[in-house]
């Protein structure tokens, strides 16, 4: 296991990938040999390997979070959020701080239509990580697709769009000059 964790921390991710199936082959009761395997299953982008490994990792170990988190991941990379969005809230039980899982869980909440659930895990996070602007940002969204509104052909705002200019105004302020693509965070 150490040796897998080494070459994925120096970006040798199949090698890696190759020592953890090896520890999984031969301590498979054990659930971080399983977790670390999922993770760099998904990280190579085989989110359906992932789910199966991960899936393994919480029946033996209930209480892991990150394999939590990483398989509601998998599950929403593999388009199914709705199954994705317990995992994900098992993960924010688990560790409420981590802000990669409520973000993750946000995105299913509102793949879903969850849109006022989708809000109120945004807010944890903005309050855990205030000047992430993408927060902000799908927070907006998901007051606007709340109620179907579109920001594009109305120069008036309705009390919906009222509340969704805090969110952009705070997005466009925290975003830096070279952020990559502001697409990342429609995601």
């Known amino acids: 296991v150490n040796l897998g964790v080494?070459?994925?921390?120096l970006g040798r991710l199949?090698?890696?990938?190759?020592?953890?199936?090896?520890?999984?082959?031969e301590y498979p009761w054990f659930p971080s040999?399983?977790?670390?395997?999922?993770?760099?299953?998904?990280a190579l982008g085989r989110p359906k390997a992932a789910a199966a490994h991960l899936s393994e990792a919480v029946r033996l170990a209930p209480t892991l979070a990150p394999a939590w988190a990483d398989l509601g991941t998998s599950l929403r990379w593999l388009g199914r959020p709705?199954?994705?969005?317990?995992?994900?809230?098992?993960a924010t039980l688990l560790k409420p701080e981590e802000v990669v899982s409520q973000w993750n869980?946000?995105?299913?909440?509102?793949d879903v239509g969850q849109y006022a659930e989708a809000s109120n895990t945004l807010q944890v996070i903005a309050?855990?990580?205030?000047?992430?602007?993408?927060?902000?940002?799908?927070?907006?969204?998901c007051v606007l697709l709340s109620v179907g509104e579109s920001v594009s052909g109305s120069s008036s705002l309705s009390p919906t769009g009222s509340l969704a200019m805090p969110h952009l105004r705070s997005a466009t302020l925290k975003a830096t000059r070279g952020a990559?693509?502001?697409?990342?965070?429609?995601?």
């Open 127 to 141: 309050k855990l990580q205030p000047s992430l602007w993408a927060v902000h940002l799908q927070a907006a969204l």
């Open 6 to 9: 080494t070459l994925e921390a």
């Open 33 to 42: 040999t399983h977790k670390l395997l999922g993770g760099a299953e998904l």
């Open 180 to 187: 990559e693509d502001v697409r990342l965070a429609l995601e």
């Open 82 to 90: 709705s199954k994705a969005i317990p995992a994900l809230i098992q």
């Open 105 to 110: 869980l946000a995105l299913a909440q509102r």
């Open 14 to 25: 199949k090698e890696a990938k190759e020592e953890y199936s090896s520890a999984v082959a």
